[in-house]
């Protein structure tokens, strides 16, 4: 725990000066890994799981708005506004349309409540 805690610690301090990068977070994280750090963490076994999951739940936090800021917009979906379709893809497009607003036909994936017809 105690070089999973530096790492963290030495990560807060490349950051510190980072504009837009948060680092209470990391101080959080840093407080979750010197209490596993004490022995009397591991006297009850239901807190330390707790403790595990906290810690671990808040390094994701951090990673993942960390990496959100490093992409940025690199991985935003972005829609053009624009309902026109190409010309050369016009029919097909007209063609699923339609096949979509067609009501499947279910009556023939159920039986049937009426009796056979005999055949006289």
């Known amino acids: 725990m105690r070089q999973y805690a530096n790492q963290v610690d030495q990560l807060r301090r490349a950051l510190q000066g980072q504009r837009g990068v948060d680092t209470r977070d990391l101080d959080e994280i840093l407080k979750g890994l010197r209490r596993l750090d004490d022995d ?20 994701k936090r951090f990673e993942y708005g960390l990496r959100r800021k490093v992409e940025g917009d690199a991985n935003q979906v972005l829609l053009s506004g624009n309902d026109e379709v190409p010309e050369q893809f ?4 007209e063609q699923y349309y339609r096949s979509l607003s067609k009501a499947p036909d279910k009556t023939a994936d159920k039986p049937s409540d009426k009796a056979p017809d005999d055949k006289k």
């Open 40 to 59: 009397r963490a591991y006297q009850d076994a239901g807190e330390l799981l707790k403790l595990q999951s906290q810690v671990a739940d808040n390094m």
């Open 90 to 93: 016009r029919k097909l497009v």
